[in-house]
């Protein structure tokens, strides 16, 4: 599999919305866990969401507290693309946001996932 790559973050007042993209090739057959997760500075890496993708399809979703009710993980199996769509931002939202990979079901923690992207940044400002 290739190194995931995001792309969507960007700068947003609170209350507004973003669309994060993860291109994400090589995990079309098998069973992968594919997840975001986000950075603050000074902050430990949490789990966003993560799906249970097998042979392309999805098989499972969860959303950590934090994402309940107002981010949304979905992909594009087509196109190789994993996404999350945030509404409702906050300005405790502030991160820079990974997507990663793992072979299997793995629990939405980052010493579980093996392949990372580099991160895109989102900041919410009040």
């Known amino acids: 599999q290739l190194q995931p790559v995001e792309s969507g973050g960007g700068s947003v007042q609170a209350g507004g919305s973003l669309r994060l993209s993860c291109a994400a090739s090589?995990?079309?057959?098998?069973?992968?866990?594919m997840a975001w997760f986000r950075q603050a500075p000074g902050k430990e890496r949490e789990g966003v969401a993560r799906i249970l993708r097998e042979n392309g399809s999805v098989r499972d979703t969860y959303y950590a507290d934090l994402a309940k009710g107002r981010f949304t993980i979905s992909q594009d199996n087509a196109k190789n693309m994993l996404f999350l769509q945030m509404n409702s931002l906050k300005p405790e939202d502030t991160a820079n946001y990974y997507c990663a990979t793992a072979r299997g079901w793995v629990a939405l923690l980052a010493e579980e996932f093996t392949n990372w992207g580099q991160g895109t940044q989102v900041t919410v400002s009040s």
């Open positions: 090589g995990y079309m057959s098998g069973q992968y866990s």
